[in-house]
Each structure stands twice: as C-alpha cells, then as structure tokens.
C-alpha cells in the first residue's frame, strides 16, 4: 500500500529527473574533451614562456622563469622581494588585483603563474610588478 501523504515532497516525474544531463551538457562536454585531446601543450607553454621572458625583461634580477618541464605544468615565474606577503598585499590592492601565489612566501618568494592571464594584460602585471617590487 502507498502511503500518498508521505509521497507529497517527492515530486511526480521522480526524484532524479532535476539531475538530467540534457543535449547541450553532452554536446558542451564532447567539445571540452575534443579540445583537451588536440591541444599542443607545448606549443602554448612555448607561447607562455615567450610572454613570461618579456615581463621578466622588465624586472630585473632576481627573477627566475621556470619552464613547464620542471614544474610539470605550465612555466612559471619566481621573483624573489624583500618582504614577499606585504608585496602580495600591494598588489591584491591594485585595480585591477593582481594575484600571485604566496606558496613560497617563507623564502621571499613570489610566483607568478600565466594561464589565466591575456596577452593584453601582461604590460600592466609588468608595470604594477616593477613599482610594487621598487618601492
């Protein structure tokens, strides 16, 4: 016997039909996978060391550009400062933010990792990174 008083919250085309994938997740999805297989990771970590070398250009020493067969990822810069938390703390109140990792923020070490960043913004991280790390 079907209690219907107890049925009331369950809603009358099932519980998981909320939790359908329609076409256009599927489709989203094959897309994704596509692009992951064909991409060239070299040849865009390749395209990211070039873009990182150039803003190390205007830093100076002091800065290390780690290329993607060491980190295993995507190349990265290290830029060693006198006081890496309050330089980190200097940027975040740029406008726009700017974000860099604090991983080795014990050794006066800030990273700065390229993959979410456009071509068009690297002037700007250049040019905020070098009076940040100047003053």
């Known amino acids: 016997i079907i209690d219907r008083k107890a049925m009331n919250g369950v809603p009358h085309h099932g519980i998981g039909r909320g939790f359908k994938a329609g076409k256009e997740e599927i489709v989203g999805l094959l897309v994704a ?3 992951f297989v064909e991409a060239d990771d070299a040849a865009t970590n390749a395209v ?3 873009r990182l070398r150039i803003i190390a250009g205007f830093l100076g020493d002091g800065v290390v550009l780690v290329p993607a067969a060491i980190t295993g990822r995507a190349p990265i810069l ?4 006198a006081d890496a938390l309050a330089a980190s703390r200097a ?3 740029e406008d726009p933010p700017i974000h860099v990792s604090e991983r080795k923020a014990a050794q ?4 700065v990792g390229p993959q979410a960043l456009s071509p068009d913004d690297d002037p700007g991280l250049a040019a905020a990174l070098r009076r940040i790390l100047s003053s």
Request: glycine share 0%.
């Open 33 to 35: 996978l596509r692009r």
């Open 48 to 50: 990211l060391e070039s």
């Open 78 to 81: 290290e830029i060693a400062c």
């Open 91 to 93: 940027l975040l109140r």
């Open 108 to 111: 006066n070490i800030l990273i």
